[in-house]
């Protein structure tokens, strides 16, 4: 999907994204979006920023009055320690900075991203059974919500030193669990990169067969859209959600604290129908 037709005048403000690399990026044809609809004078870009230029960027973006800014990976955590103010939101790590006169101050979207993503879907989360797969940075504010939603959280990763950071150690499992762990899990999770185009996938889905029939596999990986562990889901009749849903829905929270204005229900929907095409 292209955005056209932008009046870009003396007075818009800018908004950017910032990683290494940063080329494949979706936030600008959505934050775009968001702001072609709410006719707002803003204009959304992308930078590729290496680590060792952070600092340079945050000083740049003070003295060109960058009104806001994404931060991906592997940026997160380095932007973390260089913002001026820490919302409770950011775990560690901020992929959201407002520019207040000069003052940064870092958020996290990613974990109330996520809740609203599974919420859209019409599900709750209180007292659920929910199986994270991975324990790596996309997992963190993934754990952090579900577990503030009175969710129960079990993680199963490859390596669990990550993990301990958390949640107790009773609540750990290596990947050799994963089928039986299936047994009791409302909501699957992967935040893996299983899947992801140019990584490795799973070498198998047979856990999949030991989910009870109402349970949900959401992916955290978007490209491709559809996973291959969301299709072998969808093909035991399990819900499925893209993480694209995700994506959109914490930058629907990132565009609602750059510009103070609130994205629509139907333009997330539309977004999440059409941003691919």
């Known amino acids: 999907m292209i955005i056209n037709n932008m009046d870009i005048k003396g007075s818009t403000k800018l908004l950017t994204v910032i990683g290494d690399p940063i080329s494949h990026s979706l936030s600008p044809q959505i934050q775009n979006y968001f702001i072609k609809k709410a006719e707002i004078d803003y204009i959304y870009t992308a930078f590729n920023i290496k680590k060792e230029q952070l600092n340079d960027f945050f000083e740049t973006a003070k003295l060109l009055n960058i009104k806001g800014f994404n931060v991906t990976m592997p940026l997160k955590e380095l932007a973390f320690e260089r913002v001026n103010h820490r919302d409770i939101s950011a775990n560690e790590a901020v992929n959201t900075v407002v520019n207040n006169n000069g003052i940064l101050s870092g958020y996290s979207t990613d974990g109330n991203g996520f809740i609203n993503a599974i919420s859209s879907n019409g599900r709750t989360l209180k007292n659920k059974n929910a199986l994270i797969l991975g324990a790596g940075g996309t997992s963190k504010p993934v754990v952090k919500a579900l577990l503030n939603a009175n969710a129960n959280v079990n993680i199963c990763a490859r390596t669990l030193t990550r993990a301990k950071e958390m949640v107790t150690d009773n609540h750990l499992y290596e990947w050799q669990k994963l089928e039986e762990l299936c047994e009791n899990t409302d909501i699957l999770v ?39 562990l969301l299709t072998e889901a969808e093909n035991r009749k399990i819900e499925t959600i893209s993480g694209i849903s995700q994506l959109i829905h914490q930058a629907a929270l990132s565009f609602e604290l750059f510009t103070n204005t609130k994205v629509s229900k139907e333009t997330i929907e539309f977004l999440q129908n059409n941003l691919y095409s």
Do not use: C
């Not at 959401?218 to 291959?228: A, C, G, I, L, W």
């Open 190 to 228: 992967n935040t893996t990169p299983l899947g992801m185009e140019k990584f490795d996938n799973f070498t198998n889905f047979s856990f999949l067969d030991r989910l009870p029939k109402n349970a949900i596999v959401f992916d955290m990986v978007y490209f491709p859209r559809k996973t291959q």
